[in-house]
């Protein structure tokens, strides 16, 4: 079957750096995309992979080793707006995504 | 960038009513959108996969009768909650795929939706 693991909740210091992890196994797959949700909002693009490697963008950046079936979403010099849900999503064969339940990210002062 | 805008954002209505959400992708042409159903501190459930000019294609467990869904133009589709009960209390959110690249769903602001 189809399955994204993801940790429930995380929990940082202002200022610092977190990691997000995400497994996934699809039936194929073209890509791995990352989500911001703040509570009561829409999602929110982050990232896109579907090559090996690291993508940077500004202060967040996501990895990815399609070997692995693994992803890892990092955010630095962390903000207190950055206290969110972040969704895991991976595209199967068929362009359809399938979801993680997401990550509560608790950003502490 | 592409968006997409969700009328209304948020609806109060009695029990036994129906109600109509529209989803709408401003700039660009969608042959496909996604309606997703989220309770308070859940993930995103796929309810179903709206194509333009074709029948939903609904998930298990997804009444289609209840929620009817049409996609007449590739820029609109519309998802109808039939006889709405307390426990269709949700919010609701429309994605969109861009038909010319087929990989990034551009999500709608999201719908919430309370049924007295």
């Known amino acids: 079957g189809q399955n994204i693991d993801q940790p429930t909740e995380m929990t940082a210091t202002e200022g610092a750096i977190v990691q997000i992890n995400c497994t996934y196994q699809t039936s194929g797959f073209n890509g791995l995309f990352w989500y911001q949700q703040h509570a009561g909002e829409a999602p929110t693009f982050l990232s896109y992979?579907?090559l090996d490697g690291l993508e940077e963008k500004g202060r967040f950046s996501s990895f990815l080793s399609r070997s692995k079936g693994y992803s890892y979403l990092l955010l630095k010099e962390l903000q207190m707006k950055d206290s969110a849900s972040y969704l895991c999503?991976?595209?199967?064969?068929?362009?359809?995504?399938?979801w993680g339940a997401g990550t509560k990210l608790i950003i502490k002062p | 960038g592409a968006v997409v805008s969700q009328h209304p954002s948020w609806v109060i209505c009695k029990s036994g009513t129906s109600v109509k959400i529209e989803c709408r992708s401003l700039?660009?042409?969608?042959?496909?959108m996604f309606w997703y159903r989220q309770f308070p501190k859940q993930s995103l459930m796929l309810m179903a996969t709206s194509n333009e000019g074709s029948k939903a294609t609904y998930e298990q467990g997804v009444e289609k009768d209840k929620f009817l869904i049409n996609h007449a133009s590739l820029t609109l589709s519309t998802l109808t909650v039939t006889s709405a009960h307390p426990e269709d209390s949700s919010f609701y959110i429309c994605?969109?795929?861009?038909?010319?690249?087929?990989?990034?769903?551009?999500f709608g602001p999201g719908t919430r939706l309370t049924v007295l």
């Open positions: 700039d660009f042409q969608a042959t496909t």
């Open positions: 994605s969109a795929r861009d038909s010319g690249t087929e990989l990034e769903q551009f």
């Open positions: 992979n579907v």
């Open positions: 999503a991976a595209m199967d064969s068929n362009y359809q995504l399938i």
